[in-house]
């Protein structure tokens, strides 16, 4: 990568050479660029300007899809010139390049690679057909990692990287017409392949070419990769200004600092030239980087430049990077402003978010449990599709209420209702959900058998599972036989295991198969629990000339060790069994919510009038003041270009300041501020019925929320990395998983604590200007700007 003194240097010799056109075209009209009136280069952000000769009529020459277009423009009293006709081109080479284009449409990568190499001349590919090749690439790999086959995968991602190598050259060569949005997705292609040189290499040129070859989209994308590379994060802030400084357009009018001027807080953000694109950039270099405040701060600047309308990247970063105290929270931001997270992101999230849970007390895993259900409603609530891997998702959470530290020490009778509650529950939540068209699949019913009727010891449930799925048309696979098996050793039920292993073995049969190792795996270890181990060895002999080798061996070692299935240890401590319960009800409380406000409409919902669960836990905030005076610092800290009238009724805390009522607080002696906007104009309303000025407010809070848990979380980490180094030991991995380290005690929180009326907020209390003073401060400091 070339220096970033180079760099700067070659951007201030070239933004000096379009001073000097801008300042010519201004003073000489008639000479090589327009007249005064038109636009000079910059304000036309890199375009590259009409050159006009000196004589009538005017000629007007651009470049356009890589050929150029002569225009004339005729002087009054002129008679108008014919117009010179484009070469013609011949018949195969737009044949050639019909089927170049139909096979881009169509993402047939290979025949993009066969028709491109057959072109004899390639100038007769435009912009846009540079543009379609590159995004088809991109878009071929990204459907290749999907692949199972590992090696043809691999084959088929170096010819696409050979080919995307291919396009570089014959786009520095000249033979291509460049453009931005196809240098875009070359670089996000290297980046994603892993082929970080090529990439690097490729924006080096780049960056030296004119603004035909650059715009802020692509160094958004350069950022980004120079990020993964290692490139340290002082550089990749000085190539952010600096593509502010090359392209200022309308990034300017905005002040891209943490505190982003719109032009009104009322109204959504419609002006051309956000530079989206780069701050996406710079914010996963910070995020990358370890400085989270400051990513935090881009998506803040963000969230009030577009609140309905910032990229789902943006918050799919911190799902992926930050912890899930974190995480849950910006995805929450994200549905409350009626953007939706990309299915398979959110997939990933949920399962995140069941696999990190707690199951040590009733409170920590329901946490898990209640968050699951409030994200499946904010995510549906803008329009998400629930699909079959998503209810799995859920009931299988349920089920492992029954895994709880002390649950075993239950008696049977306390045990069987605790089952009883929890498939009341399942069945409810199929019931909501229904709705969208999903259903469960094989998954649920297995861990329903598993959890349900192993660990809740109700034999009778799992063939009421089994049952239900063949009523679905689930039909039993290798993986249910399995968790029959380990159900039937959880329960201590000797013929049930022996019928059980018959009835994988019968299954196995019927599909033409042998047992394989993840099978005897599964029987070993029932054989130990319920003792009987003589029997395990005499299916061994029947079946060991059916063993691959490895299997056979590695199966004797099994069988001579005592491994048995983890079975729930009856806790020393007495199990309070009412905590259980209460978690439960919060639970059915939820679900109950979901079902009437999904009741007549599914699909989109009218967040206006509710209150949203958008934090899993409540925490404890170093100043607390009350929510109108909040609002108060906001309308301070926060100043938008405002009408030149006062609206009537104003403070004099900020020009058009308002207060306005508030879905989101408790009260309305404590609901925050709007803005006032000129008459003739309305609040406008998100997707979501949010009015804008409202959702502004609400994501800067949830932002000083998020900076707040951040720096407890960074600084327990950095603790605990210092604390391994003193003590000669490798530090720690950062986990993402839901720690609730340094958490008194544990409250979780779902839709249904949304629905009570808080009567402990400070309505009376007169907040004194020192305590008003150390909150700002304490807000200021969040973000940055301490004095």
């Known amino acids: 990568m070339l220096s970033s003194g180079l760099c700067r240097a070659q951007i201030e010799l070239q933004s000096h050479r379009y001073w000097l056109k801008a300042f010519v075209s201004q003073t000489r009209p008639y000479s090589l660029t327009t007249s005064p009136t038109s636009r000079t280069l910059i304000q036309d952000h890199g375009r590259r300007p009409a050159i006009r000769t000196a004589q009538s009529p005017r000629l007007i020459v651009s470049a356009s899809s890589g050929t150029k277009r002569v225009k004339i423009r005729k002087n009054a009293g002129n008679h108008p010139q014919p117009q010179p006709s484009a070469p013609e081109i011949a018949p195969k080479l737009l044949e050639q390049r019909n089927a170049l284009r139909q096979a881009v449409t169509e993402v047939r990568i290979k025949d993009v690679i066969k028709l491109y ?21 991109q878009h071929s790999f990204r459907s290749l990692q999907r692949s199972s086959d590992h090696l043809k995968r691999r084959e088929q991602v170096d010819e696409l990287v050979a080919f995307a190598e291919e396009l570089v050259r014959d786009l520095r060569k000249g033979v291509l017409v460049p453009n931005g949005q196809a240098h875009v997705h070359l670089i996000g292609f290297f980046k994603e392949t892993g082929v970080r040189d090529a990439g690097v290499k490729f924006w080096n040129w780049l960056q030296m070419q004119d603004d035909l070859h650059v715009n802020v989209d692509v160094y958004g994308a350069a950022i980004e990769l120079l990020a993964v590379t290692g490139v340290p ?9 600096q593509a502010l400084s090359r392209f200022p357009g309308n990034f300017a009018a905005y002040h891209l600092s943490p505190e982003a001027v719109v032009p009104d807080r009322d109204q959504a953000t419609r ?3 956000i530079p989206i694109s780069l701050l996406q950039g710079i914010l996963t270099a910070r995020l990358l980087h370890g400085d989270t405040p400051n990513a935090y701060l881009a998506l803040d600047t963000t969230l009030r430049l577009l609140p309905d309308q910032t990229p789902p990247r943006f918050f799919t970063l911190f799902l992926e990077e930050r912890s899930m105290l974190e995480a849950y929270t910006v995805f929450a931001i994200a549905c409350r402003g009626g953007i939706m997270i990309p299915s398979n992101i959110y997939r990933r999230f949920q399962s995140s978010l069941r696999a990190t849970s707690d199951v040590s007390t009733p409170a920590q895993h329901s946490l898990a449990v209640r ?34 530290h002390g649950v075993a020490s239950l008696e049977a009778k306390k045990k069987q209702q605790l089952v009883n509650d929890l498939m009341d529950i399942i069945r409810s939540a199929l019931a909501v959900f229904a709705r969208y068209g999903a259903r469960p699949g094989l998954s649920a019913f297995n861990s329903i058998i598993n959890n349900l009727g192993g660990y809740g010891h109700s034999k009778q449930l799992i063939g009421i599972a089994l049952s239900d799925a063949h009523a679905l048309g689930l039909e039993a696979n290798e993986v249910t036989r399995r ?12 013929d049930f295991v022996v019928k059980a292993w018959d009835a994988l073995k ?75 319960t209460e978690e439960i009800k919060k639970i059915r409380a939820d679900l109950s919510i979901i079902d009437e406000r999904t009741k007549d409409t599914p699909r989109l919902q009218d967040f206006r009038d509710q209150r949203l669960p958008m934090t899993l836990l409540p925490f404890p905030s170093r100043v607390t003041i009350p929510e109108h005076e909040t609002a108060m610092i906001y309308g301070e800290l926060t100043t938008e270009q405002r009408p030149s ?27 925050p501020a709007s803005y006032a906007t000129p008459e003739t104009m309305e609040p406008a309303l998100t997707s979501t019925n949010i009015p804008f000025g409202t959702l502004r407010y609400e994501n800067w809070k949830s932002i000083n ?30 986990t993402l998983a839901l720690s609730l380290e340094g958490v008194d005690k544990v409250e979780s929180h779902g839709l249904s604590d949304t629905m009570r009326s808080d009567k402990k907020v400070k309505r009376e209390k007169q907040t004194s200007d020192e305590e008003l003073k150390e909150a700002k401060e304490h807000i200021l400091r969040l973000r940055g700007r301490a004095v």
Request: glycine share 6%.
């Open 371 to 404: 968050a699951t259900l409030s994200s499946l409603y904010m995510y549906t609530g803008v329009g998400g599709r629930v699909s079959q891997n998503m209810i799995n998702e859920l009931i299988i959470s349920i089920t492992q209420f029954l895994r709880l």
């Open 117 to 137: 190499h057959s072109f004899e001349d390639k100038s007769i590919l435009g912009r846009r057909d540079f543009r379609t090749i590159a995004q088809c690439v």
């Open 506 to 580: 019968q299954g196995r049969m019927e599909m033409s198969q042998n047992t394989d190792a993840t099978d005897w795996h599964c029987f070993v270890k029932a054989a130990h629990t319920t003792e009987q181990i003589d029997f395990a060895k005499q299916e061994f002999e029947a079946l060991k000339d059916t063993l691959p080798p490895q299997v056979h061996d590695a199966l004797l070692s099994g069988i001579d060790n005592s491994e048995r299935y983890d079975l729930p240890s009856e806790s020393s401590e007495s199990f309070d069994a009412s905590l259980l």
């Open 233 to 241: 994060l002082s550089e990749l802030e000085e190539l952010y200004q």
């Open 483 to 494: 968790s029959v098996l380990t159900a039937a050793a959880i329960l201590g039920d000797r």
């Open 271 to 273: 002006l051309p030239g």
């Open 705 to 734: 929320w998020l900076l707040e848990q951040a720096e407890a979380s960074d600084e327990a980490y950095h603790k605990t990395v210092d604390k391994a180094i003193a003590a000669g030991t490798v530090p720690p991995q950062r």
């Open 645 to 671: 009238q006062p609206t009537q009724g104003t403070s004099d805390l900020s020009p058009g300041y308002r207060p306005q009522p508030d879905a989101f607080d408790v009260s309305e002696s404590t609901r």
